[in-house]
Nanobody, 125 residues
Framework: QVQLVESGGGLVQAGGSLRLSCAASGRTFSSYTMGWFRQAPGKERMLVAGISWSGWNTRYADSVKGRFTISRDDAKNTVYLQMNSLKPEDTAVYYC??????????????????WGQGTQVTVSS
């Protein structure tokens, strides 16, 4: 059974940094796109960053470009999200998810079939 476990969330002041980790078990995910999504109260879940199986293709939401970096370590079956210069509007529950095999990085949730339980990120002003 595939399981994704996120960690690294917490409370941070604006301008601070956090690194989220997502450890996968039950499947080798090296052939799959991985994505980080976030969902704030009353809002839809949106893609924050995604990375293709090779790591060559990445995609970021406009609101986080230049501040967030997604990476993967297939030997550890782990994907990371480095978040710098955090803003109060980054406050949300962050989820990692397994997407399709290959180089495509979809932006919508329908293309991701396995999800973690989420980790809360709160940025204070």
């Amino acid at each position: 059974q595939v399981q994704l476990v996120e960690s690294g969330g917490g409370l941070v002041q604006a301008g601070g940094s956090l690194r989220l980790s997502c450890a996968a078990s039950g499947r080798t995910f090296s052939s799959y796109t991985m994505g980080w999504f976030r969902q704030a109260p009353g809002k839809e879940r949106m893609l924050v960053a995604g990375i293709s199986w090779s790591g060559w293709n990445t995609r970021y939401a406009d609101s986080v470009k230049g501040r967030f970096t997604i990476s993967r370590d297939d030997a550890k079956n782990t994907v990371y999200l480095q978040m710098n210069s955090l803003k109060p509007e980054d406050t949300a529950v962050y989820y990692c998810a397994i997407g399709p095999a290959g180089a495509v990085v979809p932006t919508t949730t329908q293309f991701y079939d396995k999800w973690g339980q989420g980790t809360q990120v709160t940025v204070s002003s």
